[in-house]
């Protein structure tokens, strides 16, 4: 296990980091606006001025889920179709690994070394999974629900901001409250499936460790 966690930990340095500091400078300009706006947008529930791991979850944001345009491309599915041809052969392929992946609900089942031990609680998952968080917030107890976006690394996973945590409410609790989300906008927009929800809602976990209701979340149009 050490052998692999080494690993992924070369790659993480030598490739990981790299790409996502790249992607990191192309969302912001492709934003072309301040953070605290946007944060104002998309984040209302948040209360100003951003600390770092606010900020910090606002660039993964910008970097996967932020659409200028309603439904166009994220800056990671711009950033892959314009520089694929003359980008380098690992960021290539970790980038196409990545650009589709969305937040999730996890149980924490351990914190080791640094990484993270979730187990995946939403329907349709897959197994428990490693993941080292980029960011350092508050603790976060070994039982509760989180939320991130897992970003495969070899056999290993990182998330570039810190994870959503949810205070005292249990895994069921949240993972109930994420389903009934799902329902709602599937009442008042379209039929999706939860992954597609999740997709659509980048800001779903957000609001719900906030306590935003489900009547100040459904917007039109709204990515």
């Known amino acids: 296990m ?3 966690r080494e690993e992924f930990e070369r790659e993480l340095q030598a490739e990981g980091l ?8 192309f969302a912001s300009q492709r934003a ?8 104002a947008e998309r984040f209302p529930f ?3 001025p951003l600390d770092r791991p606010h900020a910090s979850r606002l660039l993964d944001y910008l970097i996967f889920d932020y659409h200028p345009n309603a439904y166009g491309r994220s800056a990671a599915q711009e950033y892959l179709a314009e520089r694929a041809p003359v980008m380098r052969h690992r960021w290539r392929d970790l980038l196409s690994a990545w650009q589709d992946k969305s937040m999730r609900l996890f149980a924490l089942d351990q914190w080791s070394g640094g990484f993270a031990r979730c187990r995946p609680v939403l329907p349709g998952d897959g197994p428990s999974i490693e993941v080292l968080p980029l960011e350092r917030g508050d603790t976060i107890e070994e039982g509760s629900p989180i939320a991130l976006r897992a970003l495969p690394i070899g056999a290993r996973f990182v998330y570039a901001s810190w ?4 205070g005292k409410r249990s895994v069921d609790d949240v993972r109930e409250a994420i389903i ?10 379209r039929i ?12 779903a976990f957000d609001e719900e460790a906030a306590g935003a209701s489900l009547t100040q979340i459904i917007v039109p149009g709204r990515a």
């Open 180 to 189: 009934a989300r799902h329902h709602a906008f599937v009442r008042a927009e």
């Open 163 to 166: 994870p959503v945590s949810f």
């Open 192 to 203: 999706v499936s939860l992954e597609e929800f999740l997709r659509l809602r980048g800001t």
């Open 18 to 25: 790299g790409l996502l500091r790249e992607l990191g400078r």
């Open 2 to 4: 050490e052998a692999g």
């Open 46 to 48: 948040w209360r100003p």
């Open 32 to 39: 072309q606006a301040a953070p605290e706006s946007i944060a």
